[in-house]
C-alpha cells in the first residue's frame, strides 16, 4: 500500500515558478518509479516527467528545459520544479507510482498560469 500527497499548487503568472511536492507514505520500497502527469479538461492525461527507482529522469518534451524531476529519498518525497511557466501549463497535476503490481494515483493539485 503507497499513499500519495500532492502540494504546492497555486496560482502564479507567467514566467514564474513553482515547485510540487509528491510525498509517498506506506510501501514506499516497492515504487520502481514514480511520475508527474498533468491533465486539462476535456483533454487526455500528459505525462509530465518521470523519475525511476534508480534515479533515471525524462520530461516530456514540451516542458524539457522548463521543468525538472528530482527526488529527495530521506523524505520520500518527489518534486516537480516548475520555471518560466506558460499559461499553457494550467492543468491538475497527479503523482503516481508503480509496483510491480498497482498504480498508484495522487489527489491532484491545481497549477493555474495567468498571462
Known amino acids: 500500500q503507497v499513499q500519495l500527497a500532492e502540494s504546492g499548487g497555486g496560482l502564479v503568472q507567467a514566467g514564474g515558478s513553482l515547485r510540487l511536492s509528491c510525498a509517498a507514505s506506506?510501501?514506499?520500497?516497492?515504487?520502481?518509479?514514480m511520475n508527474w502527469y498533468r491533465q486539462t479538461p476535456g483533454k487526455q492525461r500528459e505525462l509530465v516527467a518521470t523519475?525511476?527507482?534508480?534515479?533515471?529522469?525524462n520530461v516530456a518534451g514540451s516542458v524539457k528545459g522548463r521543468f525538472t524531476i528530482s527526488r529527495d529519498d530521506a523524505k520520500h518525497t518527489v518534486y516537480l520544479h516548475m520555471n518560466s511557466l506558460k499559461p499553457e501549463d494550467t492543468a491538475v497535476y497527479y503523482c503516481?507510482?508503480?509496483?510491480?503490481?498497482?498504480?498508484?494515483w495522487g489527489q491532484g493539485t491545481q497549477v493555474t498560469v495567468s498571462s
Open positions: 503516481n507510482a508503480f509496483t510491480i503490481l498497482t498504480t498508484y
Open positions: 506506506g510501501g514506499v520500497f516497492d515504487i520502481n518509479a
Open positions: 523519475i525511476t527507482k534508480d534515479g533515471a529522469t
